[in-house]
């Protein structure tokens, strides 16, 4: 390989009106090799500070210095598109969840692609910052949105320096997410609410809103839930299941044993009893994981609807199990258990054990099978969910 000419000073020249610098670099080629290529680029214009040669050297000499001191590499001319193609995409699939991909594979294709046809080392935080703001201007994106694209982006650029094709400071780093309209409002089911949907719900609706509300398990763990995973008063949550795909849990904390209350325990094993399942607890009909969006629009929402009762998605059951623990006295910690966030402190981290159940989790959702005891007595269901619940 042919390398770069070290401390070059290149050729400065005017031409017309303006100052330009002759010089050379390695330059990354398409198969894989490294060339030395010679480039021209303009300095300034011809006017003012800079009408002198010895002016302009100083701008050569600034411009050089990257190339001088090997902090531009020859992968760092490498467009962004080629480094995501070749690179950062492989990388991802290889990395992250299959839903994860996907989500990276739409984002990218939609909203940054276009704009990404400079070379690494060309993109600086002013790129990244006009970026953000066409993006929000264009697509009229929520500010979660704006967020998760300079997550795509600053993820991007780390493994570009984690590879040696960049050197330096991540430029998304500085960046800040431009004014955005606000994400959705979120919701959380009520206790009441849970209880009227298994009234109403036949099966295996009526076990998926059990588990969903009173285990507070993802939409993909439910789809990942095997036979094997439940005896009787616990599920064990070892995977999760996106389309066709079977992965782990989400998170440091994903994998775990739950407690599952007698109410809900009761509704799943009539599911169970009534019906033979091969693979999984929910299934289709040739024993891959659950359709669960066919059981949502076919079954669940038709009939939420005609009860007066919104449809605010599966991950509201997650929401509402965090929030009635809440209001039942239960700590945070121990909610942080039952759900398995990843994203607690050290002393969260050495205080919840997720090699087994917890004591202080099984006496939660003993608590929660009281309230449900006693809101059964009453028979009293309010149909309001609430709102902007941050669990």
Not at 70 to 88: H, I, L, P, Q
Not at 266 to 272: E, G, K, M
Not at 295 to 307: C, D, F, N, Q, S
Request: one cysteine or more; aromatic letters at 8%; a positive charge.
């Amino acid at each position: 390989m042919t390398d770069v000419r070290r401390h070059q000073r290149g050729y400065v020249f005017l031409k017309g009106s303006c100052w330009y610098l002759r010089y050379y670099e390695n330059e990354l080629q398409a198969d894989g090799t490294v060339k030395l290529v010679q480039r021209c680029r303009k300095l300034a214009d011809n006017k003012g500070q800079y009408r002198s040669k010895k002016a302009v050297r100083t701008l050569a000499d600034e411009f050089l210095a990257p190339l001088n001191s090997g902090t531009f590499t020859a992968e760092s001319t490498m467009s962004v598109v080629d480094f995501w193609d070749r690179r950062y995409f492989p990388y991802v699939q290889a990395q992250k969840s299959p839903s994860t991909v996907s989500g990276y594979r739409n984002m990218w294709s939609r909203y940054l692609k276009d704009h990404m046809t400079m070379a690494i080392r060309d993109f600086r935080t002013v790129d990244c910052q006009r970026l953000l703001e066409a993006v929000v201007a264009k697509h009229n994106i929520s500010n979660t949105t704006a967020r998760h694209v300079k997550h795509l982006l600053g993820g991007l650029f780390r493994y570009a320096i984690q590879t040696g094709a960049l050197n330096g400071v991540n430029p998304v780093l500085a960046a800040s997410i431009p004014k955005a309209k606000p994400g959705r409002r979120t919701y959380a089911y009520s206790l009441d609410q849970i209880l009227r949907m298994l009234e109403i719900l036949p099966q295996p609706a009526r076990a998926i809103v059990a588990v969903a509300g009173f285990a507070g398990l993802r939409k993909g763990e439910i789809r990942g839930l095997r036979p094997e995973d439940y005896d009787g008063r616990t599920l064990k949550i070892e995977r999760a299941a996106w389309r066709h795909h079977i992965a782990k849990p989400k998170g440091k904390r994903g994998a775990g044993i739950v407690p599952l209350i007698p109410t809900a325990a009761a509704v799943l094993d009539d599911h169970l009893a009534a019906t033979k399942v091969q693979n999984f607890i929910f299934e289709t009909l040739d024993g891959g994981p659950g359709a669960l969006d066919y059981v949502v629009r076919e079954v669940i929402r038709p009939a939420l609807a005609g009860a007066g009762i919104p449809w605010y998605g599966l991950h509201a059951f997650r929401r509402g199990l965090a929030t009635n623990l809440h209001e039942l006295g239960v700590s945070d910690i121990v909610i942080q258990a039952i759900l398995r966030h990843s994203n607690v402190s050290v002393t969260r981290a050495a205080y919840i054990k997720n090699d087994g159940l917890d004591p202080q989790s099984l006496a939660a959702m003993e608590a929660l099978e009281s309230a449900v005891c006693n809101q059964n007595a009453t028979g009293t269901h309010d149909a309001e969910p609430r709102t902007d619940v941050k669990h």
